[in-house]
């Protein structure tokens, strides 16, 4: 029971929630936020290309994206399970994850959906730029990132709840509770 997605829209919790999910669970938390700045912050060529469109709070191109996924969850210590945290995001992802995953005969187990209210979604990472100085926090690209999830990553929500695999979760709360409920929407067997 540990390969895991976490889906949810920006400043639902997600990143917070994978770290603390990795410890109890054992399993990697990979963020493809967190790599990409990584690589922004080397001065990579990765992160020349992605830096652009996180800046604008586009989506960084499926091909750059997917392949840096596919590596990262070729590394051993993801064999015996990993949180995804911001993958896959479209429905192309989507599809390849299911490729990489075939390839090596694994299956997900769960997919993770952390809800909140977007006025709630807004103050918190405008709020969040003031102390982690992130370049993607400021209100206008908050609102660009939140309309991007609307259209591209929230229809993830039913194809996942189509498989089964979805359990949704409420992101509102201390963070210890949100824990709490995502652990027990782990151990459950009905949605
Ligand atoms: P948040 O979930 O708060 O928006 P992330 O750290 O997950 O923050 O992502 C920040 C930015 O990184 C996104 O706005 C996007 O530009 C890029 N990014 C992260 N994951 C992906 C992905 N799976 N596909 C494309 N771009 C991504």
Redesign the pocket.
């Known amino acids: 029971m540990s390969r895991l997605v976490l889906l ?5 919790g ?2 917070t929630q994978a770290k603390l999910l990795s410890e109890r669970l054992g399993v990697p938390a990979i ?4 790599i ?2 990584a690589n922004v912050a080397r001065g990579t060529e990765l992160g020349r290309t ?1 830096q652009r ?2 800046d604008a ?6 091909a750059v ?1 997917n392949a840096m ?1 596919r590596d990262r969850l070729a590394q051993p210590d993801a064999a015996e399970g990993f949180i995804l ?6 429905t192309d ?1 989507v599809r390849e994850l299911d490729e990489m995953l075939a390839g090596s005969g694994a299956k997900l187990d769960r997919v993770l959906e952390i809800t909140a209210d977007p006025e709630e979604l807004v103050r918190r ?1 405008t709020r969040r730029a003031g102390i982690e100085g992130r370049s ?1 926090d400021t209100e206008d690209v908050v609102r660009t ?1 939140q309309q ?2 609307l259209e591209q990553t929230a229809p993830l929500v039913s194809t996942y709840a189509e498989r089964g695999l979805l359990r949704s979760v409420d992101g509102l709360g201390e963070v210890p509770a949100v824990t709490a409920r995502l652990l027990d929407a782990l151990a459950s067997d009905a949605g």
């Open positions: 949810g829209p920006p400043g639902a997600k990143g963020s493809t936020g967190d990409f700045r992605a469109y996180m709070g586009e989506y960084v191109p499926d994206t996924v945290d911001g993958y896959p995001r479209t992802q990472l993607d990132r991007v999830y």
